[in-house]
């Protein structure tokens, strides 16, 4: 009688560490139950429904989102030119809280103008010349001077 063979010789041979296993054969994903499909596909409708909801609300709600950030835009932009004024152009000079001028564009037959703009010169070395009554100098950092020279009306 023979003796039986020794333990480990009915195990398959062990491959150093580092070495690829060889390949056991395909495997196939666990199922998903029919519930976790419906759950997957709910969250999924939700996320993408919920966003285009968003953009179709923001770009026609007239009241938000779009319409009111030109709303905004469009203010900005009237005060911008209230108090910007360009060459003919007439003005009433008033002192805001820092003692600098402000000037508030008016009709130049109204009571309230007090000059009109005659130029607008650029950079920080430029003086109106004698033609004009009254001038302001602006200047900014980020090198955006220029000086808006009056006459009075």
């Given at each position: 009688?023979?003796?039986?063979?020794?333990?480990?010789?009915?195990?398959?041979?062990?491959?150093?560490?580092?070495?690829?296993?060889?390949?056991?054969?395909?495997?196939?994903?666990?199922?998903?139950?029919?519930?976790?499909?419906?759950?997957?596909?709910?969250?999924?409708?939700?996320?993408?429904?919920?966003?285009?909801?968003y953009?179709?609300?923001?770009?026609?709600?007239?009241?938000?989102?779009?319409?009111?950030?030109?709303?905004?835009?469009?203010?900005?932009?009237?005060?911008?030119?209230?108090?910007?004024?360009?060459?003919?152009?007439?003005?009433?000079?008033?002192?805001?809280?820092?003692?600098?001028?402000?000037?508030?564009?008016?009709?130049?037959?109204?009571?309230?103008a007090q000059?009109?703009?005659?130029?607008?010169?650029?950079?920080?070395?430029?003086?109106?010349?004698?033609?004009?009554?009254?001038?302001?100098?602006?200047?900014?950092?980020?090198?955006?001077?220029?000086?808006?020279?009056?006459?009075?009306?």
């Amino acid at each position: 009688m023979s003796a039986p063979p020794p333990p480990y010789q009915n195990h398959p041979p062990q491959q150093p560490y580092g070495y690829p296993q060889p390949p056991r054969g395909p495997q196939r994903p666990p199922q998903r139950s029919p519930l976790q499909l419906l759950i997957t596909i709910v969250i999924v409708v939700a996320v993408f429904g919920g966003g285009a909801w968003y953009v179709w609300d923001y770009n026609t709600n007239p009241n938000g989102g779009k319409a009111k950030a030109e709303a905004s835009q469009s203010a900005q932009a009237e005060e911008y030119k209230k108090y910007n004024p360009e060459v003919g152009d007439c003005v009433n000079v008033q002192d805001n809280a820092n003692g600098d001028p402000v000037t508030e564009i008016v009709d130049c037959g109204s009571a309230e103008a007090q000059y009109k703009t005659g130029d607008r010169l650029i950079g920080p070395d430029e003086k109106c010349g004698s033609q004009f009554d009254y001038s302001i100098e602006y200047s900014s950092n980020r090198g955006a001077d220029y000086t808006l020279c009056f006459t009075e009306v």
